[in-house]
């Protein structure tokens, strides 16, 4: 198989893997810490659904170009993990923006603040996590790794 065809196969399923780790997480912190992910009622209930969306685009990007070339692990997950953080603190910053009547510093702070945050601080780990797991996979679709199968599947030989 092609290995960008490989690659984008995979970041597609590492995607998944992250949005839901964003979402379990989000919601353990929230029941744990007994605090809303979104403290401000004015900023509304999409900025951070679209932000996380955002930053899974993100992933999903970075991954698909990358993993192409899996043996720099290194560097495709620190970019996985900031382009994931940066995507969700800039889609916050302009989610507040349209959705309040607040200033370009307010906004500003709100993104900041809310990346800094439990909230924004899973979404990095997350990516990173996702990441680490799709080169782990890539690399060895790329040494020659075939897919599990089945007992029926196998054959006599083996």
Avoid at 29 to 55: I, M, T
Wanted: aromatic residues 8%.
């Amino acid at each position: 198989m092609d290995p960008r065809r490989t690659a984008w196969v995979v970041a597609g399923f590492a995607t998944a893997l992250f949005a839901a780790l964003v979402v379990c997480a989000y919601g353990f912190v929230s029941l744990l810490a007994d605090v809303e992910v979104v403290a401000d009622p004015a900023v509304g209930v999409l900025v951070v659904p679209v932000a996380v969306g955002a930053s899974a685009l993100a992933v999903l990007l970075t991954l698909g170009l990358r993993l192409a070339r899996p043996e720099r692990m290194a560097g495709t997950v620190a970019l996985t993990a900031l382009g994931s953080w940066l995507t969700l603190v800039i889609v916050a910053i302009i989610g507040h923006l349209v959705g309040s009547t607040g200033s370009v510093a307010a906004s500003a702070a709100f993104g900041i603040l809310f990346g800094l945050g439990w909230f924004g601080v899973v979404v990095p780990l997350a990516a990173a996590v996702a990441a680490v797991l799709a080169v782990l996979v890539a690399r060895g679709r790329d040494d020659g790794m075939r897919r599990p199968r089945w007992p029926w599947e196998r054959d006599e030989d083996e």
